[in-house]
């Protein structure tokens, strides 16, 4: 029901403060109606203020209709389209998702019905501020539960099923790209991986490259083989891992062949474990162009997430594969290198031959990465 104001200064109800305030965390919670124009606005609407005893509120756009007001142009309070009330509707989204993960799909027409809002606006809101669909996310939750479930020592079976999967095959179809390795596999921590690597000379040091059947899973750069060795024994603690320089021939000769500046696109397989933003990260990376730079920031507003610079500075700092998941190529706001797993002085002499090899200019010139991340 509608609640008139007769003035600001006789009734003193929060949404009136909201709307005094231009409070855009308020939009989405009400919106205020003017009898003299027939129109009615979001809190925050830019337009002049009435006067309070031409106000009244509706707690949707739907019931203001209702009653005759027609939306303001100015401020489309049908579209929900400020950053609160959007986050605050996919935030909403998301408990809703994460409650039902164990009863198996969450269907978008009962998302949009218990969120009271379109399913297409949904699925765009959605998609746009968290990078993937909803139905990804939920699938993401119950990739969550089997991990914790396999790591509770939980049997392959019981977890999957009691993660909302229906059948096992769907879930052995996702795991090389979601888990890394087969559920049978996580569940004992890697055990019984076979982990070939190698280690050679190149111009930035020494360099450690290693791989299972379906592609490589590491690469290190360092300076001493037993840190080298160290560093794969700690990110595969219970792989068996041997020295097989043979095997890895044909990939090491790929990176070193594009560390001295004569290929400038590494196409090799990977096999890798990422949670689904760091997938994201990464794919990004692989899109910026060679002898070019982006940032942290860059990179966060090309995937639609413009306050997880420091999401994506942790994505790259967790990258098994240098050089082939390029993050040496993001770099901070003010074209200092940043940070970089294999030292600083590596990532700038790794920036500065590609420019040389691809004629780019240095550091504060490069175009951003939202033409290519995308």
């Known amino acids: 029901m ?15 403060r909201a709307v005094l305030s231009r409070d855009a965390g308020a939009d989405g919670a009400f919106v205020f109606a003017v009898r003299s124009t027939g129109v009615y606005c979001r809190p925050s609407c830019p337009a002049r203020r009435p006067r309070g005893a031409q106000v009244v509120f509706f707690p949707t756009p739907a019931e203001a209709e209702r009653d005759g007001f027609r ?3 100015r ?22 998702i994460e409650g039902r993960v164990d009863d198996g799909a969450v269907r978008l027409a009962a998302l949009a019905a218990h969120l009271g809002r ?16 909803p139905r990804d ?16 020592q939980e049997a392959v ?17 996702r795991a090389p790209k ?94 890798i474990q990422a949670t689904a933003f760091q997938r994201r990260v990464w794919t990004a990376l692989q899109k910026i162009p060679y002898g070019e730079t982006r940032s942290y920031g860059d990179v966060a507003r090309a995937l639609g997430q413009p306050s997880a610079t420091r999401a994506v500075a942790q994505a790259c700092a967790a990258n098994p594969v240098a050089l082939i998941i390029p993050c040496h190529r993001v770099v901070r706001s003010d074209g200092a290198p940043g940070g970089y797993r294999w030292g600083v002085e590596r990532k ?22 939202a033409s290519t991340a995308r």
């Open 2 to 16: 509608a609640m008139g104001v007769e003035t600001a200064g006789e009734i003193d109800d929060p949404r009136w």
């Open 71 to 73: 939306a303001c142009r």
């Open 75 to 96: 401020c489309r309070p049908k579209d929900a389209n400020t950053g609160e009330e959007q986050v605050r509707l996919v935030r909403d989204a998301c408990r809703y």
């Open 118 to 133: 379109s399913p297409h606006h949904i699925r765009r809101v959605f998609t746009r501020l968290v990078g993937i669909t």
């Open 137 to 152: 996310y939920a699938d993401a939750c119950r990739l969550d539960l089997v991990r914790a479930r396999l790591r509770a």
């Open 157 to 173: 079976a019981a977890a999957l099923y009691a993660s909302g999967f229906g059948s096992s095959s769907r879930l052995y179809e």
């Open 178 to 271: 979601d888990l890394g390795m087969t559920p049978a596999e996580y569940r004992r921590g890697g055990r019984g991986m076979r982990i070939a690597y190698t280690i050679v000379s190149t111009s930035l040091g020494r360099l450690l490259v290693a791989g299972t059947a379906r592609g490589v899973c590491a690469v290190c750069l360092g300076a001493d083989d037993h840190v080298l060795e160290s560093a794969l024994a700690k990110e595969y603690p219970a792989a068996e891992r041997r020295r097989d320089d043979a095997r890895l021939g044909a990939r090491v000769v790929a990176i070193v062949d594009y560390l001295r500046g004569g290929s400038p696109h590494l196409a090799l397989p990977i096999d």
């Open 348 to 369: 700038r002499a790794l920036l500065r031959r590609e420019r040389e090899v691809a004629g780019t200019p240095g550091p504060g010139t490069a175009r951003r990465i």
